[in-house]
């Protein structure tokens, strides 16, 4: 139960093709990844405040 085949892969995919449609999944996909790109750049802007405040307390 931990490990996934190829098969149950493949039956992965044969449903979430017959629930959304060819021609969803692109729109999909590219509302998934847009969104990851902006956590990854808002984690990456809340860092960077904390790294100057270190910089700035050893000063």
């Known amino acids: 139960m ?3 085949g190829v098969t149950e892969i493949l ?3 044969a449903v979430v093709l017959l629930l959304f ?3 969803k999944i ?3 996909m590219k509302g998934l ?3 990851i ?3 990854k750049n808002a984690a990456k802007d809340d860092n960077q405040p904390a ?3 270190e ?3 050893i000063k």
């Open 11 to 13: 039956i992965i995919l």
């Open 2 to 4: 931990g490990r996934f």
């Open 51 to 53: 790294v100057k405040k």
């Open 33 to 35: 990844g847009s969104g």
């Open 37 to 39: 790109k902006e956590f």
């Open 26 to 28: 692109p729109e999909l």
């Open 21 to 23: 449609g060819g021609k």
């Open 55 to 57: 910089e700035e307390e």
